[in-house]
């Protein structure tokens, strides 16, 4: 089975504080991608990543950013946290361009 | 505009009384259909890909199905674990890697 294991299941944040959000595969999928999940809103995508040093904007990246320096692990940055970024964060992994994505349990952020 | 709706948005199931949620989609070129499960706070669970019209997978109590504008997840003699979020979500030939995914029915079943 596929185990994506993300960090930390919560977080409380001040705003304004840098805020890294960590995601680990383990079944060496090249693709990976952060969701956030909002009530109403459902699942949307904020970046995925393709390979190494690779990474493409989803649907929302604004004040979001990246980094995967390892295939293994691929990390959400929050450059400065504001409170409309309190969500659910949902790291994801595929193997290829049609199969599932792989789910971890996800990270609650909340911003004060 | 290309969207996944999800119908209903809630249901109340008795256990044993079988039903079906419904996922509408408008988009061109589909590469794959997907269903999923969310228990509260956790990340989804992969249950089935579709890819083609009149395809149809199975597991345990569910059963999902494909036509060219809609899927069925239908779920037999529920039991009370299978209450959850169960959500789809749609992949198009011009939306790359991304996926789009509908709202969720939320499913209740009682004892």
């Known amino acids: 089975d596929v185990k994506v294991t993300q960090s930390s299941r919560y977080l409380v944040k001040r705003t304004g504080e840098k805020v890294f959000l960590e995601c680990v595969q383990d079944m060496d999928h090249e693709n990976m991608f952060w969701y956030r999940q909002d009530p109403g809103l459902g699942l949307r995508l904020i970046y995925f990543?393709?390979?190494?040093?690779?990474?493409e904007k989803g649907d929302i990246p604004e004040g979001y950013s990246v980094s995967r320096e390892k295939k293994e692990r691929f990390s959400l940055i929050l450059e400065s946290a504001s409170t409309n970024q309190t969500s659910m964060y949902l790291c994801?992994?595929?193997?290829?361009?049609?199969?599932?994505?792989?789910f971890g349990n996800g990270t609650r952020l909340t911003v004060t | 505009e290309d969207q996944v709706t999800q119908s209903p948005e809630a249901l109340r199931l008795q256990e044993g009384e079988s039903s079906s949620l419904n996922c509408s989609y408008t988009?061109?070129?589909?590469?794959?259909l997907f269903w999923y499960r969310q228990d509260p706070g956790k990340g989804p669970e992969f249950l089935f890909t579709l890819y083609s019209a009149g395809e149809e997978k199975e597991k345990e109590r569910l059963k999902a199905t494909l036509t060219k504008k809609e899927s069925f997840l239908h779920i037999t003699a529920p039991k009370p674990e299978d209450s959850a979020t169960y959500l789809c979500?749609?992949?198009?030939?011009?939306?790359?890697?991304?996926?789009?995914f509908g709202p969720g029915t939320r499913l209740s079943v009682l004892p």
């Open positions: 994801a992994t595929r193997q290829g361009s049609n199969s599932p994505l792989h």
């Open positions: 990543s393709y390979d190494v040093k690779m990474k």
């Open positions: 988009v061109s070129g589909l590469r794959g």
């Open positions: 979500a749609v992949q198009a030939a011009n939306y790359g890697q991304n996926f789009v």
